[in-house]
């Protein structure tokens, strides 16, 4: 009967070590999402979202895969450089800023590829529109202590999404008939992890 208990209590030992969760914060002065698009069909026009949270909960600390990913990015701190394209980003003919004031990225899957390379399946939400895209990501120099005690990782996610998808419907011409903005939007999305 002892003996029993001490495998019952093994047993739910490792069953509560196995759903542990490892909890990690994106550094907001270390974490923005980056775009670019193309411009007259010459040129390419990037910007980035300065404020992005987000958080990650990973199986391990030693690991990222399997990990449960949550990233919210506010729309107003969208910043090309200048102002007057920044208003009309936020304005209804791209973003609608007022009314959808966040954007947000929800994993479905996080799968190691191999090495440092992973495999993000997540819902993108801009707007009123939820969409499945697929990134890929790169762990960068893998898991550290900072010169202050804490641990960190960090992360490259890239993809690409067709912004009319979305409902970021400006669709001006040029006389030519190539379209004064792209429809493909390149994302590139930078964080720093810090666990805790």
């Known amino acids: 009967m002892k003996k029993g208990f001490q495998l019952l209590a093994a047993a739910l030992m490792m069953a509560g070590t196995t759903f542990a969760q490892v909890k990690w914060s994106a550094d907001p002065a270390h974490t923005n999402a980056r775009f670019s698009v193309e411009h007259l069909g010459i040129s390419f026009v990037d910007g980035e979202f300065t404020k992005v949270n987000g958080a990650v909960d990973a199986k391990t600390d030693k690991d990222f895969n399997g990990a449960a990913i949550n990233f919210s990015i506010d729309v107003n701190s969208i910043d090309t450089r200048i102002e007057a394209r920044d208003g009309h980003l936020k304005s209804p003919d791209f973003f609608d800023a007022a009314k959808y004031g966040t954007m947000s990225l929800k994993s479905v899957s996080f799968t190691k590829v191999k090495g440092n390379q992973y495999k993000l399946v997540a819902d993108l ?35 690409k999404i067709n912004r009319q998808d979305f409902h970021l419907s400006y669709n001006d011409k040029l006389p030519s008939g190539i379209s004064a903005v792209g429809n493909t939007v390149e994302i590139v999305i930078n964080t720093e992890l810090v666990k805790g």
Request: proline share 3%; charged share 25%; net charge positive.
């Open 125 to 159: 939400t801009i707007k009123d529109v939820t969409k499945r895209v697929t990134f890929d990501v790169l762990q960068n120099g893998g898991i550290i202590t900072d010169p202050w005690g804490k641990t960190r990782a960090g992360f490259t996610a890239k993809a």
